[in-house]
């Protein structure tokens, strides 16, 4: 196909039904890149903390303990985890 003009318009597919094939673009830029909300480091340590969070809860609760006590514990849990593990793994 071609324009109006008569000049070719690489959009559309050719005669022979190829499609064209693109040129890059040199001025293209790639975008800026925001950094990351958390690091790896981070996230790993607050999803370990949960983990050990919520362990601690559930067998608090099978042990008999009362609802409350078995969230405060798990609570704890989390808080001391959250604390100690970055010291423990360092960085």
């Known amino acids: 196909m071609t324009h109006l003009d008569g ?3 690489p959009g559309y597919l050719s005669s022979s039904g190829t ?16 950094p ?3 690091t790896l480091r981070t996230f ?5 903390a949960v983990g050990v969070g919520v ?4 067998l608090t609760e099978l042990t008999g303990t009362p609802p409350a006590g078995s969230v405060l514990a798990g ?17």
């Open 7 to 9: 000049t070719p318009n």
């Open 19 to 34: 499609s064209p094939v693109p040129t890059p673009q040199s001025s293209a830029q790639p975008p800026d890149s925001e």
């Open 36 to 38: 990351p909300l958390m």
């Open 44 to 48: 790993v340590i607050l999803i370990v």
């Open 55 to 58: 362990v601690v809860g559930v």
């Open 75 to 91: 609570l704890f849990a989390f808080g001391g985890t959250l604390y100690g593990l970055p010291k423990l793994v360092g960085g």
